[in-house]
């Protein structure tokens, strides 16, 4: 029941609160950002796609919390997802300067997340790891595809998304110091193919 509540919780706070970062945003010190309204409205499309992401990753971490019975990686888990924390506030942040709004399927996106952590976790801890390491290093070769299209004079998303592309890397280089176990071709595939239709649909909607 504890477990079952603490989900619901985060799921509210993910979706209706106002998030909070524990760190400062990333900023390029001395670096405006001025944009076209073409720059800004691509900045706009790729920044909601990042935050659909942290979305999804604090649906994933708190799912496989909830599912695994060791309470060490329960609470490694949890410290993941309060560091994603700080990505989730700095996207809706940036949205918010840049005048945009988050995805509108956010809760459908959560869910699909929240299913998909639940059963890696159900697989086993070793999987559920290898699940955290697949995950990252798409979503790492994701952010750098994003720092190639972010338009150049937009200095404060490129600072965040360097920023979001370190964290992630360091996500996967623990989870694979504490055993991950790689996951088969088709199921990184499959998780290919699902995150595509993701990031295309919340780049419009």
């Known amino acids: 029941m504890d477990r079952l509540l603490g989900a619901a919780d985060s799921a509210l706070r993910t979706l209706f609160a106002a ?19 073409a720059e ?27 599912a695994t019975p060791d ?26 300067d840049l005048g945009s709004r988050p995805s509108l399927l956010n809760p459908v996106w959560y869910a699909g997340a929240f299913a998909l952590g639940l059963v890696a976790g159900r697989l086993g801890d070793r999987t ?28 404060a998303s490129r600072a965040i998304v360097a920023q979001m592309k370190t964290d992630e890397a360091e996500h996967a280089a623990q989870a694979l110091a504490r055993g991950a176990r790689e996951l088969p071709r ?3 595939a499959l998780m290919r193919a699902a995150a595509k239709v993701m990031t295309t649909t919340a780049h419009y909607i």
């Not at 970062?21 to 944009?35: H, I, K, Q, S, Y």
């Not at 060490?72 to 809706?92: G, S, V």
């Not at 559920?128 to 150049?152: D, I, K």
Request: proline residues 5%; glycine residues 2%; contains cysteine.
């Open 40 to 66: 800004r409205r691509e900045a706009s499309a790729l920044m909601r796609v990042n935050h659909v992401g942290e979305v999804c990753a604090q649906a994933l971490y708190t799912a496989q919390a909830a």
């Open 186 to 188: 088709p199921a990184r």
């Open 19 to 37: 998030p909070r970062a524990a760190r400062a945003c990333p900023v390029v010190t001395g670096d405006e950002t001025a944009l076209t309204s």
């Open 128 to 155: 559920s790891l290898g699940f955290v390491v697949e995950t990252e290093r798409q979503v790492e070769a994701h952010l750098e595809s994003h720092l190639e299209r972010l338009p150049a004079a937009d200095h």
């Open 71 to 96: 309470p060490a990686l329960r609470r490694h888990f949890e410290r993941a997802a309060r560091e994603e924390t700080d990505h989730l506030a700095w996207t809706r942040a940036r949205l918010d």
